[in-house]
């Protein structure tokens, strides 16, 4: 068998970089993107929102394809309405999409700008990147705490009007899924939970190769820590100790140190974006 040279293996890396890229991006449009035709815009406009302490994932799309990002104090937008950047973003998610409502937007814009539909695999796998753009739009990692039992829970939850990708999801990390229903409109939501050990550390698993790209990360980053962490406070009589050791632990896990620092300074700067 031939043995690959230095060149072979950094261009074998850079497709692979390439196409997670394009299966996040494709995740994240899924989640909470709208890509629309309009009188206006006859070739198609693309938006994507998040809270606003994603700016810095949007702006990394802007880097690459253009368009714009407005910031305000609670959400952050991301508008490409230019033909040039938004053929090259639909090329990207071309054949990655799996929403229906977001098949149907991209397949119409695709063909208003004359570009071959593709269709995305039949069924989600655990080496896609598709998984960790989706997380990074609909997904949440928090800490639950009860005070009268003072129990802490590390949970993970995909939220989604779409059932059959949560099941697809299932399928890969199992969980435990949920519906909730507005009383008001009578519409379901359903939810896909994770709360044992095992099936977060295997995401955790997942996230080291396919990274979160939204702030989520952070928090990413600490599941480990949080299970060692509840190990060694479990090994502590010193309910002091205990104390200061998971108040250390939590202000890192809300990162407010960094969060106020920076938040007034990020909103100086792009008050006078304009769209």
Known sequence: MKQMNENELKNMKKEQDRVNWNKWLAGLLDSCGNIML???????NIEIKLPFKDHECLETIKTKYGGSVKVSRTSTRYRLKHHEGLKKLLEDINGHIRVPVRVKQVNA?????KIEIKQPDKELSFDSAWISGFFDGVGTIVINQTRLENKKQLVITFNQKNMQLLLMLQRIFRGKLYINTNKQSGKYKYALYFTMKEEILQLAEYFKTYPSRSDKHKRILLIEQYFEMQLL??????????????????????YQEIDEVHSGEILK???GTIL
């Open 269 to 271: 700067q792009k008050s």
């Open 109 to 113: 814009v695709c063909e208003k700008n």
């Open 233 to 254: 406070m479990n090994s502590i009589m010193d309910n002091q100790l205990v104390e200061k050791l998971w108040k250390t632990f939590m202000i890192r896990w809300e």
């Open 38 to 44: 309009s009188k206006k815009y006859v070739y198609g």
